[in-house]
């Protein structure tokens, strides 16, 4: 059985029917977001049977709460939309797909009633085949006023990850190092513009204080060897 992962996120993995976390005030403000899924089965042979599809949501503990079959055909594609599941307002979690086939998958991300200038936003990021023990995410922001980053991790593993995460800004100097543990199957977000557990004030470092911003990159590592995905 083949398996794609998608993340939950608010800016990157599956947050469906998501509310926005509150923000640090004057910061932007994305409002209420929906994220589908665009699944693409790959296989060329216009003669063979369809992908059958599973997407299985998972809950930010890892637990189970709501699987959706679909037969795709080769070449072929469907959106598993939010708005047709029973999950429920307020519901943040990941998605794992599963065929016999292999997929594509990207996650599309709109929010409404947000505070940009037409109330809409939007955003979108592709599907892993599989985890890694270390996961690179190039460009984090917290710009007050202005722009701030949410990541999301998933363990992609059944049992529980222990995590680094290192914030490195783009003089390559790592100005704050944390861990985590991330239960089987689960996720976590982390929001840059809201300080406190792992995620340091981030306009306190020596970079932030010269540049206005503090703009840089994240390194998350499995420290137990559970492999990891984020966005």
């Keep these: 059985m083949k398996k794609t992962?998608?993340?939950?996120?608010?800016?990157?993995?599956?947050?469906?029917?998501?509310?926005?976390?509150?923000?640090?005030?004057?910061?932007?403000?994305?409002?209420?977001?929906?994220?589908?899924?665009?699944?693409?089965?790959?296989?060329?042979?216009?003669?063979?049977?369809p992908a059958d599809v599973s997407a299985v949501y998972y809950n930010q503990n890892g637990g189970l709460e709501y699987t959706a079959p679909r037969a795709i055909n080769s070449r072929g594609s469907f959106t598993f939309q939010a708005s047709s599941?029973?999950?429920?307002?307020?519901?943040?979690?990941?998605?794992?797909?599963?065929?016999?086939?292999?997929?594509a998958a990207v996650a599309e991300i709109t929010w409404s009633n947000g505070s940009s200038i037409d109330k809409t936003t939007g955003g979108a990021y592709r599907g892993y085949a599989f985890g890694a023990t270390t996961m690179y995410l190039p460009y984090i922001v917290r710009a007050p006023n202005a722009q701030f980053t949410r990541v999301s991790v998933q363990n992609t593993d059944t049992d529980a990850a222990q995590i680094q995460i290192q914030y490195i800004n783009r003089d390559g100097v790592t100005d704050f190092t944390t861990t985590d543990t991330i239960d089987g199957l689960g996720s976590k977000t982390y929001a840059m513009n809201v300080p406190g557990g792992k995620v340091p004030n981030l306009m306190t470092f020596p970079y932030a204080v010269r540049e206005g911003n503090w703009t840089g990159g994240l390194k998350i590592t499995s420290l137990n060897g559970k492999e990891i995905a984020a966005v």
């Design 5 to 49: 992962r998608v993340i939950s996120s608010l800016g990157v993995v599956l947050a469906l029917r998501l509310t926005a976390m509150p923000a640090c005030a004057a910061d932007p403000v994305p409002g209420s977001g929906n994220t589908d899924v665009v699944v693409s089965n790959t296989n060329q042979d216009t003669a063979a049977a």
């Design 85 to 103: 599941t029973p999950l429920g307002d307020n519901w943040i979690g990941s998605m794992v797909l599963q065929s016999d086939y292999e997929l």
